[in-house]
């Protein structure tokens, strides 16, 4: 979906006014603190994947997208899944009081569950019965790819020409990853001349994003 | 919350405070996250993980050049074997600055960011300004971070829209042969492995570190 996230190549979202990285703590205040370890610790329940998790930030109203801070919009996203998965209730997360049990047919990971897990991550990479259909070098156009559900094809290369930069292998396709399925995709890094995306006086800039084979067609 | 001998000169506490505070106790007492759980996953990102990591890697990288070949064929094992493996780098590549290129990252659709060489990304890379603006005007952003290049040097933005994390190899500066990697260490900011800065220049570090005697 084009939503609020899809921020590339927007205008007039102003300065970027960056702290100095020698002052800027990790955490601007406690809240932000707890929300960032709620995210992490309710998605160990394996209850959703990160592409839902992305998916639940980007379904909100364009502005509230953009007037939230980005914690805020961590807030949003999983108290989202947990109402949509069952763990909680709506009315419970408006009180914050526990009003019924959840049956626990999963485990609630421990301190050392959790060193464990965040040190083995999760790797997306996947060994594909079927080869690449693009080689090194070739020229692909992005589909068009206006859809409601999840997908990772920003709106500013859609319709746009590019040169296949990088093989990455076969990796998860997050618009049926969201959907809850693991299948794999051949992924590229595709690069675009400034010139094709933006602007014919546009010189020596480019852009390489990462893009998976279903989002591309040949055009050499 | 704030102490009660305080809360005369306080403002109270915002929407989103309660909100995150109700939540979190829902959880705990729903027996859906472990405190102690809750502590070691904030701990880590806080205080373990950082930038230092991947300063590590591009000093060592300006070092020896076996292993900057390594670095650049093989990042995620170049990575491990040093410590640095885990969640949101289990695909890295790092993309080296030569002359007449210089590499930056982004993520437009969301925060995507190695976490496991750079830590969590700081809070302009996820603002709205920065993911919409450097994909399409690159210069305009680096001279907000003070950086200016030769119109000649191509600009290659890596936007991460999948889970391939991107660390740039920032250009070794001039004046530092026979430098040890320690010492290299040094001027290997966060920003500069972003590609929104350069490293540092021996007499930026000398500048600092005088400022701190």
């Avoid at chain 1, 070098?137 to 999840?150: Q, W």
């Avoid at chain 2, 829902?26 to 472990?34: C, I, S």
């Avoid at chain 2, 076996?66 to 695909?91: C, I, S």
């Avoid at chain 2, 004046?175 to 540092?200: C, F, H, P, Y």
Wanted: proline share 6%.
């Amino acid at each position: 979906m084009q939503g609020g996230h899809d921020l590339g190549g927007k205008q007039g979202l102003g300065p970027i006014n960056p702290e100095s990285e020698a002052e800027e703590p990790v955490f601007h205040s406690e809240w932000e603190r707890r929300i960032f370890g709620l995210t992490l610790a309710t998605g160990m329940l394996g209850k959703w994947n990160i592409d839902q998790s992305r998916y639940a930030r980007e379904r909100q109203h364009p502005i509230s997208y953009l007037e939230n801070s980005y914690y805020e919009n961590w807030y949003e996203g999983v108290s989202k899944l947990l109402v949509e998965k069952g763990l909680i209730s709506e009315a419970e997360l408006l009180s914050g009081i526990s009003q019924q049990t959840v049956s626990r047919e999963f485990h609630v990971p421990t301190r050392e569950d959790v060193k464990k897990i965040l040190s083995s991550g999760g790797p997306t990479e996947m060994r594909l019965d079927v080869g690449p259909v693009f080689c090194v070098g070739d020229h692909v156009r992005v589909i068009r790819n206006f859809t409601h559900g999840h997908s990772r094809v920003p709106a500013y290369v859609q319709g746009c020409v590019g040169k296949i930069e990088i093989h990455h292998g076969g990796h998860i396709f997050p618009d049926k990853s969201v959907e809850g399925l693991v299948s794999g995709e051949h992924l590229y890094a595709v690069r675009f001349s400034g010139k094709e995306l933006w602007r014919s006086d546009i010189r020596n800039d480019e852009v390489i994003i990462d893009l998976w084979e279903p989002y591309l067609r040949s055009s050499n | 919350m704030p102490n009660d001998h305080d809360q005369d000169h306080t403002e109270p506490p915002s929407d989103i405070v309660l909100k995150v505070k109700a939540l979190e106790s829902l959880l705990v007492e729903k027996g859906l996250v472990n405190a102690a759980a809750l502590d070691e996953i904030i701990e880590t990102y806080e205080h373990k993980v950082g930038p230092r990591n991947g300063a590590h890697l591009v000093a060592k990288a300006w070092h020896d050049s076996d292993f900057k070949e390594k670095l650049l064929e093989n990042p995620t094992e170049a990575a491990a074997a040093l410590g640095y493996v885990g969640r949101q780098g289990e695909h890295l590549r790092v993309v080296e600055n030569t002359p007449s290129q210089h590499n930056l990252v982004v993520c437009t659709l969301c925060s995507c960011y190695p976490w496991t060489v750079l830590g969590l990304p700081p809070a302009w890379y996820k603002s709205a300004p920065y993911r919409s603006r450097v994909v399409s005007e690159p210069r305009s952003v680096l001279r907000e971070f003070g950086t200016e290049l030769e119109n000649e040097v191509v600009i290659r933005v890596w936007d991460s829209t999948s889970e391939m994390r991107y660390l740039v190899l920032p250009l070794r500066p001039a004046g530092t042969d026979g430098w040890t990697e320690a010492q290299l260490q040094q001027l290997v900011s966060r920003n500069s492995m972003i590609g929104v800065e350069l490293a540092k220049s021996p007499a930026e570090i000398n500048q600092t570190n005088q400022g701190i005697e």
